[in-house]
């Protein structure tokens, strides 16, 4: 009765934090669980702010995370990196805080490069960046490796440690011991947890956009296609005979008016100027289209998305045979992620232990 009472409190009480104390969690976890099918791999890394001493959550992309070519997984990597741009104010708050060597004199007047996920989210959200990085923003690694560090007494030979590398100066700002004090064998402590959708052969599971994989690119082609046809049918491009207004070209804007100089037996403006005829928008091609988009969902689709448009005299028992297996698919997903979930308490477990 002891021990289920004390699970007890703890359970109301990392509930509590995780609705109340950790500031922004839901919002985190949720933004995390809206990239997971596109990225195919999200992370959330946990860490304990030194001045208040509340556990904080942080949502990490999968474009945000690098690892070993050689690596198996993000818990077997011998080095996980970390990409944070931080601002000249955090930088300074974290000096203050102790958390950094405060050996950084060079402001940052360029802006950080971002990938290629970045670019395209900033273009999705309408945001751009002026060239002068009036923020401070500068690229901090955050490394968590299997290193030998001569210096360190309490280790004979590579032991697991966190370390910070500004990137513009390569100067190390912190080094960290990532191993519980009272272990002997160093074992190391996992702060980041990864949230993955359909395991694969390599270090990083996959998405959605990797399942349809060759069909997106050729769906994508043939729409670009349709639209280059479009734009092109609909601009008005013409030829004119030579000798009107000394040969130049006409270029006419809307709503204006613009007189052409003709010849003495010209009594019609179209004897002049023809427009090039450019063929429509090809059927075919939109039929292509129809084709591609048909064929990347029965890539992605499962018999839950054809149940709903079957026949309403389908016996009962074939219907809930196909809602079975459609929810195969769902549970799996949902399997990881309660696993990636019970990782994430167990870290909360851990921090408050701390």
């Not at 818990?75 to 950094?100: C, F, N, S």
Request: aromatic residues 8%; proline residues 5%.
């Amino acid at each position: 009765p002891q021990k289920l009472e004390k699970a007890d409190r703890k359970r109301r009480f990392m509930n509590w934090q995780l609705t109340t104390q950790i500031p922004g969690y839901r919002d985190e976890l949720e933004q995390l669980l809206t990239q997971l099918p596109m990225g195919g791999s999200q992370y959330q890394k946990f860490i304990q702010d030194p001045v208040t001493g509340k556990p904080t959550a942080e949502f990490v992309p999968i474009d945000e995370l690098f690892l070993p070519y050689s690596a198996a997984g993000v818990y077997t990597a011998t080095r996980v990196t970390h990409r944070q741009l931080i601002t000249k104010y955090e930088l300074e708050k974290r000096v203050k805080r102790g958390l950094y060597r405060d050996v950084l004199n060079m402001p940052s007047h360029s802006l950080p490069d971002q990938s290629a996920a970045s670019q395209a989210n900033d273009k999705i959200e309408g945001r751009s960046a002026n060239s002068y990085n009036e923020d401070g923003l500068r690229t901090v690694f955050e490394i968590y490796a299997i290193c030998d560090i001569e210096e360190d007494d309490e280790t004979d030979g590579p032991a697991p440690y966190i370390i910070s590398v500004d990137k513009t100066t390569q100067t190390v700002l912190s080094i960290y011991r990532n191993w519980d004090e009272d272990d002997e064998a160093q074992e190391e402590l996992q702060w980041i947890v990864e949230f993955p959708f359909v395991p694969w052969r390599g270090a990083y599971p996959i998405g959605i956009v990797h399942m349809i994989g060759g069909i997106s690119a050729a769906t994508t082609g043939a729409l670009r296609a349709l639209m280059d046809a479009a734009h092109i049918s609909n601009s008005q491009t013409m030829i004119k005979l030579k000798g009107g207004r000394g040969g130049q070209t006409l270029n006419i804007q809307p709503t204006e008016i613009l007189e052409v100089e003709g010849g003495l037996n010209v009594d019609d403006v179209r004897k002049l100027a023809m427009p090039l005829p450019f063929n429509q928008p090809s059927g075919t091609l939109f039929q292509l289209l129809g084709f591609l988009v048909d064929a990347g969902k029965g890539v992605v689709r499962t018999t839950m998305d054809s149940s709903a448009e079957s026949d309403v005299n389908m016996p009962v028992g074939t219907k809930l045979a196909n809602i079975e297996q459609g929810m195969v698919v769902f549970s799996a997903i949902h399997g990881r992620l309660h696993n990636a979930m019970g990782m994430v308490l167990g870290i909360l477990h851990r921090l408050n232990g701390m």
